[in-house]
């Protein structure tokens, strides 16, 4: 099985940037559907970019599409997520997912402050 470890969450004023790195072993991220996913108390997690398998087509959810960019570098066995013009809203904690039909192997997270 995979496993997952997120890093790069912290606090940011609004308008910044950070870049999330999820970070795998035990397999390589190139077999799977990597995807982030955030969430805040007494929410339902939303799904926030995902990246699939073969050609590397990216999805990404309405509220972030124009200023997160996900990738994948197989050589590092990581995914990123780049975040740009950060707002309040997007303050969560950010998981890092990974899986071929649905996603069953997950991070434990990393927080996000945006003030």
């Known amino acids: 099985d995979v496993q997952l470890v997120e890093s790069g969450g912290g606090s940011v004023q609004t308008g910044g940037s950070l870049r999330l790195s999820c970070v795998a072993s035990g397999d390589t991220v190139g077999r799977y559907c990597m995807g982030w996913f955030r969430q805040i108390p007494d929410k339902e997690r939303e799904g926030v970019a995902s990246?699939?398998?073969?050609?590397?087509?990216?999805y990404y959810a309405d509220s972030v599409k124009g200023r997160f960019t996900i990738s994948r570098d197989n050589a590092k066995n990581t995914v990123y997520l780049q975040m740009n013009s950060l707002k309040s809203e997007d303050s969560a904690l950010y998981y890092c997912a990974a899986g071929q039909v649905k996603y069953i192997h997950w991070g434990q997270g990393t927080q996000v402050t945006v003030s």
């Open positions: 990246i699939y398998l073969g050609a590397g087509k990216t």
